[in-house]
């Protein structure tokens, strides 16, 4: 198979990953902040769905043709695919969270704020911003520096938002 047409479905399998944990966050703050308990149960299964049913294949696909990729182009020895990659491994643990999380949910013991749903969302902006980044650029340094800016102005947000 050809390295335009793996590389297309790589991008594919990212967008739906990203898609998902965007999404999957959302459901959190509207969990916490619902009064009923069929409302929360709805979105509690909504978020099993979609964790099972699109965030962790869509990141097993994304990361298996990855895997394949990094032989073609030897990112391996390239230091900025070991930026991507930090970012990367942490993605994955965020990911982990989330399924504690949609655990939590399940046994009505998810018990965090809406504010602290909202700021939890946006941790994977901030890594998918270093992983784009490092690997358009080819520059670890664009990286770190494009996240640390995503970080600065979701601080500067919720700054603003939540100031009392």
């Known amino acids: 198979m050809s390295y335009a047409i793996l590389k297309s479905c790589h991008v594919i399998a990212i967008l739906a990953w990203s898609a998902g ?6 459901l959190f703050v509207y969990y916490v902040e619902s009064p009923h308990s069929e409302t929360r149960q709805v979105l509690t ?5 979609l964790n099972n049913g699109i965030i962790w294949p ?8 990855g895997l394949h990729l990094i032989g073609v182009v030897n990112a391996l020895s390239q230091p900025w695919f070991h930026t991507k ?5 942490a993605l994955f643990g965020y990911q982990h969270a989330l399924s504690r999380i949609i655990k939590r949910m399940s046994a009505n013991a ?5 504010t602290w749903c909202r700021v939890f969302n946006e941790v994977p ?5 270093g992983i784009v980044f490092s ?8 990286g770190w520096g494009a996240s640390g800016i995503v970080v600065l102005m979701i601080g500067l947000f919720f700054g603003v938002r939540y100031r009392r």
């Not at 299964?45 to 769905?49: P, S, V």
């Not at 990659?85 to 491994?89: G, H, V, Y």
């Open 21 to 26: 944990l965007f999404y999957i966050g959302r």
């Open 45 to 49: 299964t909504m978020a099993r769905r």
């Open 58 to 65: 869509a990141s097993i696909i994304g990361t298996l043709i």
């Open 85 to 89: 990659a930090l970012f990367l491994i």
């Open 110 to 114: 998810f018990t965090r704020s809406a």
């Open 125 to 129: 902006i901030v890594l998918l911003t």
């Open 135 to 142: 690997a358009v650029t080819k520059d670890a340094f664009i």
